[in-house]
Every structure is written in structure tokens, then in C-alpha cells.
């Protein structure tokens, strides 16, 4: 092979967007805009800067996680053997190439678009009625259980730990006042 098609190869590959990858291009893409949203925030005053880095340092810390996942088979070996090999209820292997697969990717994208707008107004019903600590609790064991079907111990624990981490940052580290929710609100809490 030349070098010019070394090059020209490479470039295909570096531009052809294969499916089993658009995790990881949505993955870069989004750490490229918390990356903007960071820079932004360096240019704030003293305490304004604090909230915008205690939600981007923790999401660059996962984003670097699930590129990790997503670039080192090492490391999907090592989350697969801990995680019963799959990560929120997804499994990470390569797709199979087979002929019904790829006839029915616009139909499995659209129940998982689906499925994921259901989740995040969900999400939204659980905060607007209950407030942020309870209807993130709730939401997140929902998440566990159903969507990565966790054991019920595993998803106490892993929503106790979230929102244990939440609280400690929101409340006792920023002294913030989160929203307690409309039912709250009306049973006078």
C-alpha cells in the first residue's frame, strides 16, 4: 500500500460513521460541549464559578469513563466482568453484522429515542411533584431496576450512593435550596 492510501484509508475510517460507534461520537461531542460550557465558566467571578465545575468536573469524570469503555477493549473486558456484561442494561458488544439487523436499526432507533424521551419526562414528572431529592431517588432506582435491571439491591444501594453524593454537594457543601416538589409543597413541607 502507498502512503496515499494509507491516508486514504484512514481518512474513511476516521469519517465513516459505523453504528456500532455513534456511542462514542455522541461521547466526544458531548465532552466537547462541556468543554465550551467549562471555558465559559472560567471567565465568572469567585463563587459563581463553584456551581458550573461541581456538575462539569464529575461529568468529564464519566465521560472519560464511558470513552474508556468505548476505545479499550481492556477496559470493556474489565466493566463487562464486574457489570454481568453489560452498563445500563445495554450490552457492549459489537453488533453482529446480519441483514435483518441492519433493516431494523431505524425501528430500533426510534423505540430507543422513545424510550429515552419517556425516561426524561419521567424524570421531569418525578421533580415537579416531588421534588428534587425524592423524585431524583425515585428516578434513579427506576433507572437501576427497570432499565438496567439491577437487583433490588444493587439499585437501593446504587441510588442511596447518588443521591447521598447530591445531597452532600447541593445542600451541606453549596448550602443550595432545591425545589421540594408541588405534593410537598401542598402537604406544607
Known sequence: MTDNQVEQSLRE?????????????????????????????????????????????????????????????RVQTFVDERTGDSLMGEALDEPEDDQTEKTTDLETFRINSLKMVSWMMLLLLFVYFGGHLAGITLFLFFIYYFYSQQTVVR??????????????????????????????ELLGF
Open 155 to 184: 439499585a437501593v444501594i446504587y441510588t442511596l450512593v447518588n443521591i447521598g453524593l447530591i445531597y452532600l454537594l447541593f445542600i451541606v457543601l453549596m448550602g443550595a435550596r432545591l425545589h421540594t416538589g408541588v405534593l410537598f
Open 13 to 73: 475510517r476516521l469519517l465513516e460513521i459505523d453504528p456500532s460507534r455513534t456511542d462514542l461520537l455522541f461521547t466526544v461531542l458531548f465532552a466537547l460541549v462541556m468543554a465550551v460550557f467549562l471555558v465559559e465558566t472560567l471567565s465568572y467571578d469567585g463563587e459563581a464559578q463553584l456551581f458550573p465545575l461541581l456538575v462539569l468536573v464529575p461529568t468529564f469524570l464519566m465521560l472519560g469513563f464511558l470513552m474508556a469503555i468505548q476505545l479499550s477493549s
